[in-house]
């Protein structure tokens, strides 16, 4: 780094350099812009990043640091080793001559001091770094000063620190230490306020804790503190808890102040303090304050970086509004770079306007929050007939998402904007998407009528997967027959249209479905068990076809000891081709590549790499799957499940005779059942069709992002997934100039993203609603059935099915399923997830596989790899077994 002016080297609290972070850290830059607001800080300097610059200019520390910045994360005991090094070496460094004199020119002799580490990576929107280093109290006289100020120093090297940094991708030699030394504020009462309420995320309300003396007991959790929950809107006191006691009250006006802390008009200027301070950082701040003889200090400010984002754009009325997410609708819960999000956003939109006949934007509209992509569903949740509805059919894909809802609605109805579900509907659109509906609309009537008295029903699967592969590859076809990367993206962005009105029309025929299942449901009322067995084996649909093809890629190794051992070392492809018997197994693998290479997992996440690309995950499954199944496993446990149907099938008929018209009944439950496992099977088929598009989707943005790169626009192509489309159409417009993003910040945000817990539902001031808690007694997690059955075995949690394998045997415990997680399914003797229902994906494929599931909200953090549990689909839990 550059050499710094000794007039540099400390600075007071005020002016432009200390706002500067480069010079004074997060701490001390913040500081400065809370005094120049005219905040009341107390006195103080900041001893600058270019004394640890001086300080760190050693040959051994520059090593150790460099040797730091090799250590793998997973290695903390290399890593340990290694700070507290650093630590004594920065300990042991004298501070220079100069630095000690313009600090002794800074010290008042006769007051009393508190050191605060203030370091360049620190008290940022994306990394807090709260508690990292170190702060020392008390300080009396030059000496004492200069020994926390060189402890602060070397606490850039905690171990704490230096794990905080390597989990969030911070260099440790890109981070620098400046050290706030202020006088000390003999403090009456202290506390923390924050600008949104952590608990529920709502932005509206501050949350206030505070205590008697210093702030660390606070800040430190060691005595329970008073808390007051305030409305910022409106001023008032919602809540005043005393801590310690049970003395409480509401706050309001003429209530008894005894005991408490904080007066009411504290509190009212506390919180006006705190406005200003949201308003002067643009970001909900995390306060630190004291109040000594009266007076109010505020002490520090940093964003609260524990928030999950309030959805983006905000509504365009005052009101409240209450968003879904997409995301667990699909069973996809994972953070999504900008690209891909606005991707979806644009997607739901517009399937909204296409086929529902909204005209946009004065329609519903999506809007995304922490990468993650939200409907808005007030209208729906605010009225009475609208919102039983909407509970009803989350009920089969979401369960856990109705007591959130239920909360909002119950608790703050009248909130709600007033808003209708036909707002922005155009006429004109309606009765053209109707005009366009009808004939499919008519045709699947049609083949209902004559599936009634005709075989046609037995095509159903094949011709619905030919439709899926015909319509992928004409607009496939279409998106590359565009000249350059801006039209290919342009026409992408057009074909979704088209996919998603075809995916509906293709979706009426799984009427069929529902007509069947009411059918057989009258003819055999209460026959749960025989319907959950009708729903089993059902071998021509496109995902179990997909393993049991993997199956058979696996039993082609299973023969072949040479490239058997070769996949239990780890091999790739082209060194199991040299062995023996390698040839016709990597032939084998290929062709299942040509035919499934477009899925991957977390499909609709294209900015992943698809099987085609990363092969790894299907050879782990494969490995897994020799080192404790036998040939042709697969196929028999399939063929199980058909003849478990067929003993369904058989008992329907039984039950049928014995009611009212029982030889009538008996002679049409056969014929309904094969009609319903049939049209069952082709449900996946859009979502095939689709994954097709995705596939190509990521292409086309790949392609584009090399260009740019090599056109001048990008310097690196993968941060092509950090723009927007309309900015990556700009981009490609003029490549050989950067449009004006900031892709650093972007990273870091996504970065953050993908470190937050999304909420189902949230709110647009931010409160992410919770709804009542199970009551249950169960040893373990309580949550939806969604495939019947009981499973005993160890529990395997995989966030990312390309980074393990799983064991015959084992229960997979994932966040969520989908198509590309189906390889997993082959081993697995369970499933627990933490989204999902009875239609999504993970549960479709475990029912047709005869693998007991259950969702349960925090699954995978309850579970550790190794429990041993029980998945009971048939109610609902999962328990802890004793000898786990």
Known sequence: ????????????????????????????????????????????????????????ADAEIEALIADLEDVDPTATGRQRALAGELRDRLRERPLPADVREAIASAVDDDAVYVARSSATAEDLPSASFAGQHETELELEG?????????????????????????????????????????????????????????????????????????????VSGTVTADNVRVDRESGEILEYRVGDRDESNDGRSGDSQRGR?????????????????????????????????????VLQSRPITTLFPVPSPPPDDDALHVYYSFNHRQGMTESMPPLVADYWRRVTATTLGRVVGYDLPTGPVSTTAGGIVYMDVTPLVRSDRLSARLFASLEEVDRAAIPPLEDVRERRGDELADISLLRGVSPTRTLSTAGRLLPAVGRSILAIVRGLVSRSYEGVPRRSREWADRLAERLIRGVRGGETHRDRIRILLETYEEIAFEGVTQAFKLWNVYVYRAALKRLCPGADEEFEALGRGLRENVTTAMMLELGDVTDVARDRP??????????????????????????????????YGFRAPAEIEFSRPRYREDPSPLLETVRASLETGERGDHRRRVDRLEAEAEAAIERLERRAAQAAFGSIRRRLVRPFAARYRSYLSMRETPKY??????????????????????????????????????????????????????????????????????????????????????????????????????????????HD????????????????????????????????????????????????????????????????????????GIRGVVEFLEDG
């Open 1 to 56: 780094m550059e050499t710094l002016e000794p007039k540099h080297l400390v600075l007071p609290l005020t002016g432009a350099a200390t706002a500067d972070a480069t010079l004074t850290g997060g701490k001390g830059a913040n500081l400065a812009r809370l005094i120049d607001a005219g905040l009341p800080v107390p006195d103080g300097f900041c001893v600058t990043t270019a004394v640890y610059d001086r300080l760190v």
């Open 142 to 218: 030059l000496e004492a000063v200069l020994d926390a100020i060189s402890a602060c120093m070397a606490s850039l090297f905690t171990d704490r620190a230096v794990a905080y940094r390597a989990t969030n991708n911070v260099p440790h030699g890109d981070v620098s230490m400046a050290v706030v030394v202020q006088r000390m504020v003999d403090a009456d009462a202290s506390g923390v306020l924050f600008t949104a309420d952590p608990t529920s995320g709502r932005r509206t309300v501050a949350s206030i804790d505070a205590a008697a003396g210093l702030g660390e007991s606070v």
């Open 261 to 297: 802390v904080l007066s009411d008009e504290q509190v009212t200027t506390l919180v006006s303090y705190a406005d200003a301070i949201e308003r002067l950082f643009d970001t909900p701040q995390d306060v630190e304050w004291s109040v000594a003889d009266g007076r109010l200090w």
């Open 562 to 595: 040479a490239v058997e051992q070769a996949l239990s070392d780890g091999r790739d492809l082209e060194e199991i081709r040299e062995v023996e018997g390698g040839e016709a197994f990597v032939a084998a693998f290929e062709d299942f590549l040509d035919e």
């Open 689 to 798: 069709a689709l994954s097709q598009l995705l596939d190509e989707t990521r292409h086309q943005v790949l392609a584009a992002g090399e260009y740019l790169e090599r056109e001048g626009g990008l310097d690196d192509a993968a941060d092509v997934w950090l723009y927007d489309f309309d900015e990556l159409l700009s981009a490609l417009a003029s490549p050989a100039e950067p449009i004006d993003v900031d892709l650093d910040a972007r990273r870091a945000e996504h970065r953050r993203n993908r470190q937050l817990r999304a909420p189902r539902v949230i709110a647009s001031d931010g409160e992410i609603p919770r709804g009542a808690a199970a009551d249950t007694d169960v040893d373990g997690l309580v949550g939806t059935p969604t495939s019947d059955g009981i499973a005993e075995g160890v529990a395997r949690v995989v």
């Open 801 to 872: 099915p390309g980074d393990a394998a799983l064991e015959r045997g084992e229960i997979l415990v994932a966040p969520h399923t989908d198509p590309g997680w189906t390889p997993l399914f082959l081993n697995a003797a369970g499933l627990v997830t933490d989204v999902g229902g009875v239609m999504t994906h993970g549960s479709l494929v475990a029912r047709e596989y005869g693998i007991p599931s259950v969702v349960a909200a925090e699954a995978t953090r309850e579970i550790d790899t190794g429990d041993r549990i029980r998945v009971d």
